[in-house]
Antibody, heavy 124, light 107 residues
Framework: EVRLVDSGGGLVQPGGSLRLSCAGS????????MSWVRQSPGKGLEWVAN????????YYVDSVKGRFTISRDNAQNSLYLQMNSLRADDTAVYYC?????????????????WGQGTTVTVSS | EIVLTQSPATLSLSPGERATLSCRAS??????LTWYQQKPGQAPRLLIF???NRALGIPARFSGSGSGTDFTLTISSLQPEDFAVYYC?????????FGQGTKLEIK
């Protein structure tokens, strides 16, 4: 079964740090782009960051640049999101997602597998 | 940054009716437009990729169309399980944005 399992969420004070993890199984993890997407309480989806297969390319939404770092360990089939200088507006459910991107022409098939989400609450 | 605006915010229809959801981009782009469905307490589910292609396992009643700045998701005959929130998403270069969502509710 193809599966992503998110973990690492919790309650953190403003200015604090947290590291989210996403474990992939049932597919060749190293062959895929991966993304983090978040959803604030009662709000819509917001893409946060993505990373290519070997970790050499990373992109971020402007609101997290300089504070969040996406990374991966293909040997461990794992994706990470290091979140520093957290603010109240970072409070959200964070999902990891598998990005279906063709290797040759980068044709984009969308985010086809999602984790269950992990909740981050930034509050004093 | 390409901004996606979805309309209407809420759509109230009955089972069996046809649903038409709109997604408009702030500028024409040559990237990819994707649609997702999300039910309460669940992760999003991929429906349509590259504007008009159904993802694996998606019923034929779901269809997508459009190009440039205007895109549409159509559900031909609503089933009870289709009532959910729908999001469009674009990929331009390697940056993604989502629309704010359309809630499809039972009338």
């Amino acid at each position: 079964e193809v599966r992503l399992v998110d973990s690492g969420g919790g309650l953190v004070q403003p200015g604090g740090s947290l590291r989210l993890s996403c474990a992939g199984s049932g597919f060749s993890f190293s062959g895929y782009w991966m993304s983090w997407v978040r959803q604030s309480p009662g709000k819509g989806l917001e893409w946060v960051a993505n990373i290519n297969q070997d970790g050499s390319e990373k992109y971020y939404v402007d609101s997290v640049k300089g504070r969040f770092t996406i990374s991966r360990d293909n040997a461990q089939n794992s994706l990470y999101l290091q979140m520093n200088s957290l603010r109240a507006d970072d409070t959200a459910v964070y999902y990891c997602a598998r990005d279906q991107v063709a290797l040759i022409d980068y044709y984009y098939y969308g985010m086809d597998v999602w984790g269950q989400g992990t909740t981050v609450t930034v509050s004093s | 940054e390409i901004v996606l605006t979805q309309s209407p915010a809420t759509l109230s229809l009955s089972p069996g009716e046809r649903a038409t959801l709109s997604c408009r981009a702030s500028q024409s782009f040559s990237g990819y437009l994707t649609w997702y469905q999300q039910k309460p307490g669940q992760a999003p589910r991929l429906l349509i990729f590259d504007a008009s292609n159904r993802a694996l396992g998606i019923p034929a009643r779901f269809s997508g169309s459009g190009s440039g700045t205007d895109f549409t998701l159509t559900i031909s005959s609503l089933q009870p399980e289709d009532f959910a929130v729908y999001y469009c998403q674009q990929r331009s270069n390697w940056l993604y944005t989502f629309g704010q969502g359309t809630k499809l509710e039972i009338k």
